[in-house]
């Protein structure tokens, strides 16, 4: 308490927010009222700041809830979680508190949790949304058997805004079906989860902490030529594997995916056109789609394939694409500003890389897609016809319904930094 109280009275709010985040469970509720109370006022939240007050001076179920609500509404929502565990502990039957519970327990990713709330309660409930909940957060947990049981028992939704979700939760459970073929689905099945949560096949998993907490993400990389040479050659493995054939590639306006488009252009011998919605048999090339337009992607063209390169996992793009390179939290491109060690042994910073466009594509298809970058010790094996035999085991569940975003992990964490 002593180290969120000096926070808050130096006025490091996000610094307190992450002492919150490790900490709030284990706090009287009163005390994170009063914290909260004074950061928002800080901040200029003035919902927040009164019903904060308001819990401070009384922890009942309404003073819970609000507060609860306003932290969810807030973007923090595990500062809900212990409040609206109180005031559901006092009112054990009330669908509202559970609700809320469930929506801040499931934005915070802690899926098993909601589970186990929502379990107990799901058949005296509307099974829309509450057993739809129960399945999702199966899923998401990584329990497929109690998944695929819950939407056993869900009937079709009256209400067509929930029509989305029952189809999504369908193609969720019929991919991990499949990939449960050729892929154990456990704990640190980084790329079936990934394909059956978002319908995306990973090309690359991380040989870098994969056993300390990573489990085949990247936390910080720097990207290399050779990296992204080797990510298109694993998207032709894709694609051959597969049996499509796209006829053009489609330049996305930003430079990057401009770049690695040309670049796999060159490769695959396709002509290179700006890309056009609805286009037929296109293969759409981003680096990064939180970095570039991604209008007109989300329902994909007949034949068209969309590959991003470079993914953050902690800000998922607004599409999932259908052939992800890598997952990072912070990527630095081949021709970004980025750091390297000197000779000497000390920090420096590189200037961006000013070369046109078709250079750089040039330099992609130049590199050595078996460049050495060093791994870690001990990292499960990742051979090419691994990856094509899945392709060719979940091939009929690829590519089919919108691409939709997926903001959450799954059932494989890993470990994130600031």
């Excluded at 990939?179 to 978002?198: C, E, N, V, Y």
């Excluded at 330099?363 to 094996?381: F, L, M, Q, T, Y």
């Amino acid at each position: 308490m002593s180290e969120a109280r000096a926070l808050l009275e130096s006025g490091d709010i996000a610094g307190l927010i992450r002492h919150l985040r490790f900490n709030a469970d284990g706090m009287e509720l009163a005390e994170l009222a009063r914290l909260m109370e004074g950061a928002a006022a800080m901040s200029g939240f003035d919902d927040m700041r009164e019903a904060a007050a308001a819990m401070a001076r009384e922890q009942a179920p309404q003073q819970l809830y609000d507060f609860g609500y306003a932290c969810v509404e807030r973007g923090i929502p595990f500062l809900a979680v212990p409040a609206l565990r109180r005031a559901l502990e006092m009112l054990p039957d009330e669908p509202v508190l559970l609700m809320e519970l469930v929506s801040a327990l499931e934005r915070e990713n802690r899926h098993a949790e909601a589970v186990a709330v929502l379990e107990p309660r799901v058949a005296s409930l509307e099974p829309w949304p509450a057993r739809y909940l129960l399945a999702h957060n199966a899923l998401f947990a990584g329990d497929l058997a109690r998944a695929e049981h819950e939407a056993g028992l869900l009937p079709a939704p009256d209400d067509q805004d929930w029509r989305p979700a029952h189809d999504r939760l369908g193609r969720m459970i019929a991919r991990a079906r499949a990939a449960r073929a050729m892929r154990p689905l456990d704990s640190t099945d980084l790329r079936g989860w990934h394909f059956a949560l978002t319908g995306g096949l990973l090309v690359t998993i991380s040989p870098y902490g994969f056993h300390d907490g990573m489990t085949g993400r990247f936390a910080y990389t720097s990207d290399g030529f050779a990296t992204c040479r080797r990510g298109l050659d694993r998207l032709r493995l894709i694609l051959d594997a597969a049996g499509r054939r796209p006829v053009s590639v489609g330049l996305l306006p930003d430079r990057s995916s401009r770049i690695l488009g040309l670049a796999a252009a060159r490769l695959f011998g396709l002509p290179a056109e700006p890309f056009a919605p609805g286009r037929p048999d296109v293969l759409v090339i981003a680096y990064d789609l939180n970095e570039t337009e991604a209008d007109g992607l989300w329902e994909r063209a007949e034949g068209q394939v969309l590959f991003e390169h470079a993914s953050c996992w902690t800000d998922p793009p607004p599409v999932s694409a259908d052939v992800t390179g890598l997952l990072h939290q912070v990527v630095k491109s081949p021709w970004g500003e980025r750091l390297r060690i000197s000779p000497a042994g000390e920090a420096e910073t590189v200037p961006p890389d000013d070369r046109p466009v078709e250079d750089l594509a040039d330099e992609i298809v130049r590199a050595d897609p078996h460049e050495d970058d060093g791994a870690d010790e001990g990292v499960p094996p990742d051979p090419d016809e691994a990856l094509a035999a899945l392709v060719r085991a979940v091939g009929g569940h690829w590519l089919t319904g919108p691409r939709d975003a997926v903001r959450s992990p799954g059932p494989v964490s890993s470990s994130r930094f600031g």
